[in-house]
């Protein structure tokens, strides 16, 4: 299954990506965690996306587009995947349409995640990762509105919604059983 998770920051997208990873027997891939483990290891890469990590901001297309091509091209995702945090935006989403169409592939659902943004905004907090400084917090949430949620409208004939309020375990069956429902 090629599926992409959309949803604000701090909507319990990577947890949930985890869980339905493993579920699904495909890998999950999270352009944030694979930025951040860059920034740890000081590569080039690391040192050249930080600044837009710290500020909230998105990372360029071409570097975040090559990142993610990379990825996608190594073995345990020829048959599946499950990305998190790409694409972000229109742009994103079509080149990662011509990235699976080369190959003779498509995505099989987009799963929204649908959370109200104080609630988030709390949970974030909570959290405390370095980006999670209240204004940083909400520029992030701003950035999902204006670039990310058009997705949405992007990928309407594949999407999934589920409310993403409740327990982790009760979220997971939600969207399993969204996307069982889909074949
Ligand atoms: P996340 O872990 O998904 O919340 O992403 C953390 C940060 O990584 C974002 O605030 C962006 O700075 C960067 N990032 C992650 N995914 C993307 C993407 N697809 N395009 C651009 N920047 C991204």
Do not use: C, W
């Not at 994103?92 to 592939?105: E, I, K, N, P, T």
């Amino acid at each position: 299954m090629r599926l992409v998770l959309v949803g604000p920051p701090g909507a319990g997208k990577g947890t949930q990506a985890e869980i339905l990873s493993n579920k699904l027997g495909v890998p999950h891939i999270s352009t944030g965690d694979l930025f951040r483990a860059h920034i740890s290891q000081q590569t080039d890469l690391g040192k050249e996306v930080q600044e837009y990590l710290d500020a909230g901001e998105l990372v360029p297309d071409e570097v975040t587009n090559e990142m993610v091509r990379a990825r996608l091209a190594q073995g345990d995702a020829v048959n599946g995947f499950l990305l998190d945090g790409f694409p972000r935006n229109t742009a994103q989403a079509g080149v990662l349409s011509r990235m699976l169409a080369a190959d003779g592939h498509a995505l099989d659902a987009v799963l929204e995640f649908r959370i109200d943004e104080d609630v988030v905004v709390e949970r974030l907090l909570a959290r405390g990762r370095t980006d999670d400084k209240e204004d940083v917090i909400r520029h992030r949430q701003q950035v999902y509105r204006t670039e990310t949620a058009p997705l949405l409208d992007y990928y309407a004939d594949i999407v999934v919604t589920i409310d993403a309020v409740g327990d982790v375990e009760e979220i997971s069956e939600r969207a399993l059983r969204a996307l069982r429902a889909l074949k």
